[in-house]
């Protein structure tokens, strides 16, 4: 595997897991924020 592409891709699959995490775990009651609304988003 070529060095260059392991320094594009842990950075990606790192965001891409933070990213995925904020979205599936549940905001607070009452609380409104971006990840919130994207998971409002995604059930409908």
Known sequence: M?????????????????????????APEGESDFASRLRDRFRK
């Open 2 to 26: 070529p060095e260059w592409l392991l320094e594009v891709m842990l950075p990606s699959v790192v965001f891409g897991g933070l990213l995925i995490m904020w979205i599936t775990i549940p």
